[in-house]
């Protein structure tokens, strides 16, 4: 079967290098606090979403996805979602899951903060355990809106510093 579009151009040894600067230094950054600042005070700063976070805002910083709307309202939405999923039906965790993922894409779609490591967080909130139950709402501003809001700082340096990248391409 043919391709209807032919697969992207190789991108740049130079963007692999400005990419893989800004994730390491994105996830250091919200590693380092979590585990060196947060410890063992029951927050922590880092959540696996981030990781494909990264991915868009260090390795795809031109696309929809990735700018600093959809990387903070996506992450803080969705982390409000799951939390109240897992309040509301903590009991029944095979629905709670679902549908604060299912939720999430929703609101994500209506807001125009579509950020697809945002249904990650949802659901985070619901199966996290309890360090991060514990948290409650709190969850939506610590980890997942400080957490955000500390890799796109590390965006906006990293990805100004070579003169053929520049982030964001808008804010709202």
Known sequence: MKSKTAAPARVSVSEVVWSWIGALLGIMAVAYISYNILDGTGFTIIIGSFGASA????????????????????????AIIGVTCYKLFHNHMWFA??????TAIAVMHLTRTLHPPGGATSLIAVIGG???HDLGYVYAIVPAGAGAVIMLIVALIVNNIPKNRSYPEYWF
């Not at 991915?55 to 969705?78: C, D, M, T, W």
């Not at 899951?97 to 299912?102: G, I, R």
Request: aromatic share 4%; proline share 9%.
């Open 55 to 78: 991915v868009l805002i260090y390795g795809a910083i031109k696309s929809p996805l990735a700018q600093p709307r959809n990387l903070i309202g996506g992450h803080i939405l969705s």
């Open 97 to 102: 899951a679902p549908l604060a993922v299912a």
């Open 130 to 132: 309890k360090t991060i």
